[in-house]
T-cell receptor
Framework: GAVVSQHPSWVICKSGTSVKIECRSL??????MFWYRQFPKQSLMLMAT?????????EQGVEKDKFLINHASLTLSTLTVTSAHPEDSSFYIC????????????????FGPGTRLTVL | SQQGEEDPQALSIQEGENATMNCSYK?????LQWYRQNSGRGLVHLIL?????REKHSGRLRVTLDTSKKSSSLLITASRAADTASYFC???????????FGTGTQLKVEL
């Protein structure tokens, strides 16, 4: 199956610093990627849709200036949490939809392993 | 996108028993997907059922879909301790569109 990687897998940072999380699609190109956030014992909350070559589309209530998304290439999207605060501590997960023309279903999402962010 | 709601929120069974969890949604769909999440990990796609299908099997998994009731169920037969995880349904309009998730069913399979 498709493989999506995230880096780093976990990060601890001081309040006020910025943290960049990478999401890579290893098996196929992706013009779209999705970013989610998950608090302990809660569901995944969709934050934004990352679009290659254009601006990301943010869900209602998500601050675009705080969560900067850059879809640098067809295999890489980055999420930067700027001026992180303890309340930003969470589990961040990206996903990539399948691609037509291959054995991977376009309707299926392939998720990365997640990045655990802890802001002190 | 629309969100599915899973029921029950938590389920605890003994190894070897079957586990059934349900999903309800509100609007028309192209397909419905089930995902599993082990603690501290990303989601893993389990099975996809299309709107014109009523039942689908994959190994120990059986999924049903009733579009008239806007509901789906996931049955895990002969459960194992390794099945302990959270399970989420995701109704989809297809085409790689974004998915949103409910709170999931937390399944615990005890030895």
């Amino acid at each position: 199956g498709a493989v999506v990687s995230q880096h780093p897998s976990w990060v601890i940072c001081k309040s006020g610093t910025s943290v960049k999380i990478e999401c890579r699609s290893l098996d196929f190109q992706a013009t779209t990627m999705f970013w989610y956030r998950q608090f302990p014992k809660q569901s995944l909350m969709l934050m934004a849709t990352s679009n290659e070559g254009s601006k990301a589309t943010y869900e209602q209530g998500v601050e675009k200036d705080k969560f900067l998304i850059n879809h640098a290439s067809l295999t890489l999207s980055t999420l930067t949490v700027t001026s992180a605060h303890p309340e930003d501590s969470s589990f961040y997960i990206c996903s990539v939809p399948g691609t037509s023309g291959r054995k991977i279903s376009t309707d299926t999402q392939y998720f990365g392993p997640g990045t655990r962010l802890t802001v002190l | 996108s629309q969100q599915g709601e899973e029921d029950p929120q938590a389920l605890s069974i003994q190894e070897g028993e079957n586990a059934t969890m349900n999903c309800s949604y509100k609007t028309s769909i192209n397909n419905l997907q089930w995902y599993r999440q082990n603690s501290g990990r990303g989601l893993v796609h389990l099975i996809l059922i299309r709107s014109n299908e009523r039942e689908k099997h994959s190994g120990r998994l059986r999924v049903t879909l009733d579009t008239s009731k806007k509901s789906s169920s996931l049955l895990i037969t002969a459960s194992r301790a390794a099945d302990t995880a959270s399970y989420f349904c995701a109704p989809s309009t297809g085409g790689g569109n974004k998915l949103t998730f409910g709170t999931g069913t937390q399944l615990k399979v005890e030895l």
